[in-house]
């Protein structure tokens, strides 16, 4: 298949550096400096003194299926196909940025990359999602994994490379991988799953296996987005616990936290001025925030901002304001089925609560879904900008 034709974006970039599929590994070795910062607000909310006109705007799945332009490519390819292609993936990437003016651009790619690297065989099918041809169903299997040959992720690291250098400094660029919970749910279940009795089985039944599942990821994951920080240019990381709800916040706090310790530990020792965003996804209960709160390491934080989903208690939020770390949310992406009227008046709202610190930054409270409009997702990124920088003109003026 011809990918070169659907490199539309990202073909300025490759003539300018003369960069090909030939020489692209050699070029990300020695190309040492990427084009300088012009927009740094995402990574700025991560500190109270930089200067701030509005709060910075990106959106969770924002490369996807409801762009028409990512649907052209994947009609061609499969999943997996365009993720460990670089230049595809570079290419998606950057399409949003091209279609709004978003202050961050996330890598496309996939939380199952990394444990299909391990000895799980996944595919992406149409309608359903994931699916895992061979999940674990008792501890016996887990001496099937293997930690990924660390060649089989570099595709990864090339595709960092060429988006942040065809970005060109107009946004951020955020490294991600799932947290190892959802991963390791995802690895048990062979697939999506609505009740998750499996998963939980192990967790209850067969804990010790599952720690061991889950600190084996948790070491995984943090080598993986080191890589994409020190070797693709990452700017910062973001860590999704998608099903991080599907337990109660005593087992989360017992048997998850300790894993996610080992990932952060592991990451800061190596990236200690990388901002880490962790997203507990429907896991806002304060108990388990004051736990993120209470990892220190070297006298800094270990998490240094939580992606909220819209559930989040007022509590919640002034622990996390208090300890000084950064909001990212948190907008019911249903919202954006809506009229304009209630887009407008939801933004407002959301902007009224959490821009009261310099640590925000405005996303939705869970990804973009292929049923989104163009259209309406453009008004949400121009009306959220819009309004925080009133927002922001309104307190000066007070
Ligand atoms: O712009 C971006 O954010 C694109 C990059 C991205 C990210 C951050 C993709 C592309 N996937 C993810 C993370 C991801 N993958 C999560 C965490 C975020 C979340 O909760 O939404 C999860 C749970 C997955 C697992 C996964 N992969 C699903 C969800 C299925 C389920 O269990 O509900 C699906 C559908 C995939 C495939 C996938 N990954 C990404 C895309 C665009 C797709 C759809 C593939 C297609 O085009 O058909």
Known sequence: MDYQKHLKILKETLDQHKITPENLREKRKSIKEFPKQINNRVVDAFQSFAPFDRAPVWMMRQAGRYLPEYREIKAEMDFFATCQNPFIAAEITLQPTKQFEIDAAIIFSDILVLPKMMGMEITIEEKKGPVIANPLVTPADIQRLHPPNPEHLEHVYDALFLTRLALQGKCNLIGFCG????????????????????????????????????????????????????????????IFDSWAGQIPALDYIEFIIPSLRIL?????????????????????????????????????????????????????????????????????????????????????????????????????????????EVE???????????????????????
């Open 376 to 398: 309406k997702v453009r008004l949400f990124v121009q009306e959220s900008q819009r309004q925080s920088k009133l927002y922001k003109a309104k307190e000066i003026l007070e």
């Open 179 to 238: 947290a190892p919970w959802t991963v390791f749910a995802y690895m048990v279940e062979g697939g999506s799953s609505k009740l998750f009795t499996k998963v939980k089985k192990w967790l209850y039944l067969y804990t010790e296996g599952s720690l061991q599942v889950l600190e084996l990821l948790a070491k995984e994951s943090a080598k993986y987005l080191i890589n994409q920080v020190k070797q693709g240019g990452a700017q910062v990381v973001q």
């Open 264 to 372: 952060f530990e592991d990451f800061k020792k190596e990236c200690p001025d990388t901002p880490l965003i962790m997203f507990p996804k429907d896991q806002n209960d304060k108990k388990v925030i004051v736990e993120f709160l209470k990892l220190i390491y070297n006298d800094k934080p270990l998490v240094d901002g939580f992606q909220l989903d819209s559930n989040v208690s007022d509590e919640t939020l002034v622990k996390i304001i208090e300890a000084n770390r950064t909001i990212q949310g948190n907008l019911e992406p249903g919202v954006l089925f809506g009229t304009p009227v209630i887009i407008k008046k939801r933004i407002s709202q959301m902007i009224e609560k959490l821009q009261t610190t310099r640590r925000y930054i405005i996303n939705l409270a869970h990804g973009l879904t292929p049923d989104h």
